[in-house]
């Protein structure tokens, strides 16, 4: 007997783990549905055991049956899922039966003495109140609606879990921008980017009677249109890690700039890849990040735009004290590859150069201070090193017998704007037959070396009845600048940044080290919700070479060094993240060439 009803176990075994197979194999793409078919299946047959009145009223819906039904119905379960475990449940609750039918006859079967033996086909079961079924079906529904609501799978109005951690982000701007320029101008201000772009400028005077590339200095522009849109996908794929892609709007490549001139015929307009970068929380007070990146150092636009973003790796830290969480410390390391030399120079020649890259290491540290509810500190020191950016003069190079590039010709920038002073890298061999006429294209680099030692601090506060006052101050010194080693290096061939008395030697030389910006903000510094608004003025003042010229805001003096002056503007929210914005700012040069320019800015501004 007890062979018997072990055989026939394993046969009821056998039966019902072929019969959860397909519904098993339908429900295994769904996260989270194995778990609940276990449970549906474990109350299926629990409820399998109700009386044979109840079942014979019912013989072929069970209430588990009609609960799944329900659910498929009302659209809590999607119908593939809830098919699948119907046709299990109704699967498992005849198994069940049929067990327990075997179970009973062999019990019976050895029954000794006068006992009653029932009836063929009867079934012994436990009675299960209709209020114990009741209570199992809301919990297992409760359960099921739960675990659907929460992964997103189920509810109508719900999203997938993953949708969560992506977000979008963007901006856009049409602006509306007026140049005016003083008459008393300088009408030759040469376009050295220009010159470094092209083949060069032949400075001799016998082969060449034109004259260089120059920029507008006396012709006023009004009513430019121009516009900038970013937009940005950002993806945490965990507390600790995040991934950004942003694209961006753009007149050419420009570091400093995303703002596209309109007209041009209608055409469309280039879109750049402004932001591609992967950033992770090894710790909660310490973010590696690498890519193409915002700016990871605390500093103002005299240094550089809000428009620049950073290409190589950066590792950010902040970290309150534990004795005064009021008080916390930040720094920023960032090791940020500026320009690499082409793996083929020179291309017409079977010896190739070996590499000269140019670097930004920068470090910073810094401190913010609440020191009450209206007032609050921010302050930092940081050091830039621009490396090997300089220019060098070349070896001789006969340019006359043939060649196509001189030695150093890798050091000029890769992008410049106006104002550091600048110096010729050929150093070109005269030709023997006819030195007179030896052609002789030139290209420039800067004459400067650059170690920045750059200063910020900002207050907020509040006056007036509550309104914020913000106060921001910058000074930036150039460690590396010396004016008598910048002319020995060059050689003697400097070509601009003179006292404007038409002298070119070395008494005539005029630059500096240092650049200072401080500026005033009444009122939301970022306008947010409607009437939201603000006021600012600000001053600045920035010498030929206190900073590489390629870096900073764009619209002052037209961008670079070389430039003083003042600007004032403000901002008014007429909705949520949408504001107007009007600037005006007044600037000339520091020494050389007389070179001013007054620029107006109308803006409608939106984010999201």
């Not at 119907?86 to 019976?108: F, G, P």
């Not at 079924?133 to 809301?138: E, G, L, P, S, V």
């Not at 920023?332 to 890259?357: C, M, V, W």
């Not at 050929?426 to 030709?431: A, H, V």
Request: hydrophobic share 35%; proline share 5%; glycine share 10%.
């Amino acid at each position: 007997m007890n062979q018997s009803t072990a055989s026939d176990r394993r046969a009821t075994r056998g039966s019902h783990s072929r019969a959860q197979r397909p519904a098993a194999q339908a429900t295994h793409g769904r996260p989270g549905l194995r778990a609940i078919a276990a449970a549906v299946a474990s109350v299926v047959g629990l409820l399998g055991t109700v009386p044979a009145q109840a079942q014979a009223a019912a013989p072929n819906e069970s209430a588990m049956v009609r609960l799944i039904r329900g659910l498929i119905q009302s659209g809590a379960l999607a119908k593939d899922v809830g098919e699948a475990l119907l046709a299990q449940a109704q699967t498992e609750a005849l198994a069940a039966q049929q067990a327990q039918r075997q179970a009973a006859t062999a019990a019976t079967a050895g029954a000794a003495g006068g006992a009653l033996r029932p009836e063929p086909g009867d079934v012994r079961v436990p009675y299960i109140p209709e209020t114990v079924r009741d209570q199992i079906r809301d919990e297992i529904k409760g359960q099921v609606m739960a675990q659907a609501k929460s992964e997103g799978w189920a509810a109508p109005n719900e999203t997938p879990e993953w949708t969560k951690r992506i977000r979008i982000e963007g901006d856009m701007r049409v602006r509306n921008e007026s140049r005016f320029y003083s008459d008393g101008n300088s009408n030759i201000e040469v376009d050295w980017a220009a010159i470094n772009r092209g083949s060069g400028y032949d400075v001799n005077g016998n082969t060449n009677l034109s004259l260089p590339n120059t920029i507008n200095t006396r012709e006023n522009r009004k009513n430019v249109f121009r516009a900038r849109a970013r937009l940005g996908v950002y993806a945490d794929l965990s507390d600790r890690t995040e991934v950004g892609v942003r694209l961006a709007t753009g007149s050419d490549e420009s570091p400093v700039s995303t703002t596209q001139t309109l007209g041009g015929g209608l055409g469309k307009k280039n879109v750049w890849l402004d932001q591609a970068y992967l950033a992770h929380k090894p710790l909660d007070w310490l973010t590696v990040v690498g890519g193409r990146f915002g700016n990871p150092f605390f500093s103002s636009d005299t240094l550089f735009s809000s428009d620049l973003n950073f290409d190589g790796l950066a590792v950010k830290a902040e970290r309150p004290f534990a004795a005064n969480p009021d008080v916390s410390l930040f720094g920023s390391l960032g090791l940020i590859p500026l320009e690499y030399s082409s793996d083929s120079f020179p291309g017409t020649s079977q010896d190739k150069a070996r590499s000269h890259n140019k670097w930004l290491i920068g470090a910073q540290i810094g401190s913010n201070w609440k020191v009450n509810e209206d007032n609050r500190l921010r302050g930092a020191v940081a050091y830039y090193d621009f490396r090997n950016i300089s220019g060098k003069v070349s070896q001789p190079c006969a340019l006359y017998a043939g060649a196509d590039h001189c030695s150093t010709d890798w050091s000029r920038p890769a992008f410049m704007q106006k104002g550091n002073t600048l110096m010729l890298l050929r150093n070109i061999s005269l030709d023997p037959l006819d030195p007179a006429n030896t052609k002789m294209p030139q290209y420039v680099g800067l004459a400067s070396k650059f170690q920045l030692l750059d200063l910020n601090l900002r207050w907020d506060t509040k006056v007036a009845g509550g309104y914020g006052l913000r106060l921001d101050a910058n000074y930036i010194r150039n460690l590396a600048y010396d004016a008598d080693e910048m002319w020995t290096r060059s050689g003697g061939g400097i070509v601009n940044n003179f006292g404007g008395t038409g002298g070119t030697g070395r008494s005539d030389f005029r630059s500096g080290a240092n650049a200072y910006m401080l500026q005033v903000t009444f009122g939301k510094p970022a306008p947010v919700a409607r009437g939201d608004w603000n006021l600012l003025a600000g001053y600045k003042r920035i010498e030929p070479d206190a900073l590489p010229d390629a870096y900073n805001d764009s619209s002052f003096h037209l961008g670079g060094t070389n430039a003083k002056g003042y600007y004032v503007g403000g901002s008014y929210a007429i909705d949520k993240n949408t504001w107007f914005t009007g600037r005006w700012m007044s600037t000339k040069e520091v020494y050389g060439a007389p070179f001013s320019v007054d620029m107006l800015q109308v803006e409608f501004n939106a984010r999201f």
